[in-house]
């Protein structure tokens, strides 16, 4: 059976090969020759002819021939009063410091306030740093309403003497837009402040 497949496919290709070459080289073209006047080509695909770059010319507008005067000097300009605050001497939005001066059983707490009128007031806390076993000594909240921008301050009372503590301010202030109600968020620490002895 191997002999008869070697037989078909040799008087195959024996037929096929002649006609294949025949039709290749007929006398007679099967197109007319492509018109190649006009514009260059340049060839970008193969057997895809594409026209080549050309650059092309605008004319320039003409220069205006009316020169606009040039204006008057005026006076310097001379900064006015807003009613408004100045921005936090620190970075808004972050947890700036807390000026403390500290007595026997109290202290002193100073902190930025930059007005607006979505805040409510300020809670000013101590937390003991003098950690013992059991229950930790609460200090409260001291609760305070700004009147004008500027610093404001708080006294913490109930302090122990000779103890260190940490003080944190925190402002309570109402939403803006469609929400209602208030939120709060603490603005201002303090580094280890001891009360004295």
């Known amino acids: 059976m191997l002999g008869f497949r070697k037989k078909s496919a040799l008087l195959l290709s024996a037929v096929a ?3 294949l070459v025949a039709g290749c080289s007929s006398a007679s073209p099967a197109s007319t020759p492509a018109d190649n006047s006009g514009a260059d080509w340049m060839v970008v695909n193969a057997g895809k002819a594409t026209s080549s770059p050309q650059t092309t010319y605008g004319t320039a507008s003409p220069t205006p021939g009316v020169t606009l005067p040039t204006l008057a000097a005026s006076a310097t300009p001379t900064a006015s009063a807003s009613p408004s605050c100045a921005p936090a001497p620190r970075g808004a939005g972050v947890i700036n410091g807390l000026a403390v001066t500290p007595g026997r059983t109290s202290a002193v707490v100073t902190w930025y306030h930059p007005g607006g009128p979505n805040i409510v007031d300020y809670r000013v806390t101590a937390a003991s740093q003098d950690l013992k076993v059991g229950a930790q000594d609460e200090v409260g909240w001291t609760t305070v309403t700004p009147a004008a921008c500027g610093d404001v301050s708080a006294t913490v009372t ?18 803006t837009g ?10 201002a620490r303090s580094d280890v402040v001891s009360t004295t002895t």
Do not use: K, Q
Not at 158 to 175: E, I, K
Not at 178 to 187: D, L, M, S, V
């Open 158 to 175: 109930g302090l122990t003497a000779g103890t260190p503590y940490v003080f944190s301010v925190d402002v309570v202030m109402t939403h």
């Open 178 to 187: 469609t929400e209602e109600g208030t939120y709060t968020r603490t603005i």
């Open 17 to 19: 090969l002649p006609l």
